[in-house]
């Protein structure tokens, strides 16, 4: 299993952006998808997942009404669109495949105040 997770950066607080990460080496629809984060200084945590069929999502409550996640099947690709941006979302971010245990390299976000 590889994922590429992209589309981190640099934004002010309240700001926005869409992350990606590119799943291979498995079969994308089988497969619950969801984000993590690391922030400096601090362990791992879920931020949001989306089911096999798409059909059912879940949040953290610190995202929960800011962040959106979603899927493609055609792209086996799944996004995370974040609104709204605070400086304590500032954290690296990796995607992950349920019932796998790959991580890929994950996506840095800083969110400046």
């Known amino acids: 299993v590889q994922l590429q997770a992209s589309g981190g950066g640099l934004v002010q607080a309240g700001g926005s952006l869409r992350l990606s990460c590119a799943a291979s080496g498995l079969t994308f629809s089988r497969y619950a998808m969801g984000w993590f984060r690391r922030a400096p200084g601090k362990e791992r945590e879920f931020v949001a997942a989306?089911?096999?069929?798409?059909?059912?999502?879940y949040y953290a409550d610190s995202v929960k009404g800011r962040f959106t996640i979603s899927r493609d099947y055609a792209r086996k690709t799944v996004y995370l669109q974040m609104n709204s941006l605070k400086p304590e979302d500032t954290a690296v971010y990796y995607c992950k495949a349920a019932r796998t245990t790959s991580w890929g390299q994950g996506t840095l976000v800083t969110v400046s105040s």
């Open positions: 989306v089911n096999w069929s798409g059909g059912g999502t």
